[in-house]
């Protein structure tokens, strides 16, 4: 009168392999891939090391550095105070002018939690999150839980306009 019970063992033999985990991390990787977001390694099959699907593939950050490397224009150098500076939000770009025609220019990325910094003042940039602020003239932390400086970028003032080369 027992009945023999099911277990998901004898349940997945009976309706063949289920799919592996390599194997849906795979299509997942394939799907992403296929749109250029990512490269990924280790789907090769189970009796090899997984490390011959890297050789030869650039990932998806490759074609970004190449867009980056473009000077971005942010407008009138006019309007970046003297011994202030300006967040460009969109951009995550953050220019200052810690003297009168010197020009630097930071990523806007707060190096503590990511948030984007939000405003420069007192010749500090500084972040709404949790408070750190960084110095206008060189990015350095001067306040907060930041544990490093912000990346500097390349700018130069072009036909009276701010250009920034993010790195």
């Known amino acids: 009168m027992n009945e023999p019970v099911a277990t998901a063992s004898t ?13 849906l991390l795979c299509g997942a990787a394939a799907v992403l891939a296929a ?3 990512v490269a990924v390694t280790g789907c090769s099959s189970s009796g090899s090391s997984g490390s011959s699907g890297s050789s ?8 970004t550095q190449a867009q980056n490397a473009a000077p971005v224009d ?7 105070p003297v011994g202030g500076g300006k967040v460009f939000r ?8 810690p003297a009168a025609g010197e020009y630097k220019a930071f990523s806007a990325k707060c190096t503590h939690a990511g948030c984007i ?12 999150c949790h ?13 907060g839980p930041a544990p490093k400086p912000l ?16 790195a």
Do not use: H, M
Request: glycine share 16%; proline share 6%; with cysteine.
């Open 151 to 166: 990346p500097s970028y390349k700018v130069a003032v072009v036909n009276n306009n701010v250009q920034v080369t993010p």
């Open 90 to 97: 969109e951009q995550k770009i953050v220019v200052t002018q």
């Open 117 to 128: 910094v939000d405003e420069v003042k007192d010749k500090t940039i500084d972040c709404p």
């Open 74 to 80: 942010l407008g009138p150098a006019a309007d970046i």
């Open 35 to 37: 749109g250029g977001a």
């Open 11 to 23: 349940a997945e033999t009976d309706r063949g392999p289920a799919a592996s985990r390599r194997t």
């Open 131 to 143: 408070g750190s602020r960084f110095s206008i003239t060189d990015g350095a932390v001067e306040g």
């Open 56 to 63: 030869g593939s650039t990932g998806g950050s490759g074609g």
